[in-house]
């Protein structure tokens, strides 16, 4: 008994522990000297980012004054923000607050992408708000590129490796399942998934 009481007091003190270095991890970007140069570099070239909102390593924007983040979003390594056009003023690329964007996330803009605020994006998804013209006679890279907006409403959650195309609508409270290449807009609280995504239920 004794044995097995000093075990579970070291057990304790060792969950303690980690506990304790889990929630020192949100002052590790304070004390990150390279975070706070990346956050102060995208701020000096025009990017509007919320308090609390820390830039991770890995991330990449061609015109970051086209790009605003919400207060208090996570944001994990390697996020591409990609704005298609030559330089333009105003902000294409909008997230809300108390965002989670996943590592290797994309966002490939023409004209103008929206994430709610308390959105969920998992690992590598990707949003795309342009294609090109298919017409015969022509090269289609020398064609012009159709573009729609994509919005994506407050408290959506969207599954790791998901294609969200141009025009498409994400209603609040909606689920997409990992995978799934969005096609047409989805109606709010709906669960959507699938190659193209379709509703298969609903939340309750």
Known sequence: MGEESSANAQGGTTA????????LRYLMPI???????????????GAKIGMGTQIPPGIWANWPHQMELGDNCVLENDLTFKFADSWKPGVAIRIGNRVFLGRGCEFNCTGSITIGDDCLIAAGTRFVDHDHGIALGQPMNQQQSPMAPILVGEDVWIGANV??????????????GAGAIVTKSVPPNEIWAGVPARKIGERT
């Open 163 to 176: 294609v969200v195309l141009k025009g498409v609508t994400i209603g609040s409270g909606a689920v997409i």
């Open 31 to 45: 004390l990150n000297v390279a975070g706070l140069l990346r956050l102060l570099w995208f701020r000096l070239l």
């Open 16 to 23: 303690l522990w980690q506990k304790i270095a889990f929630r």
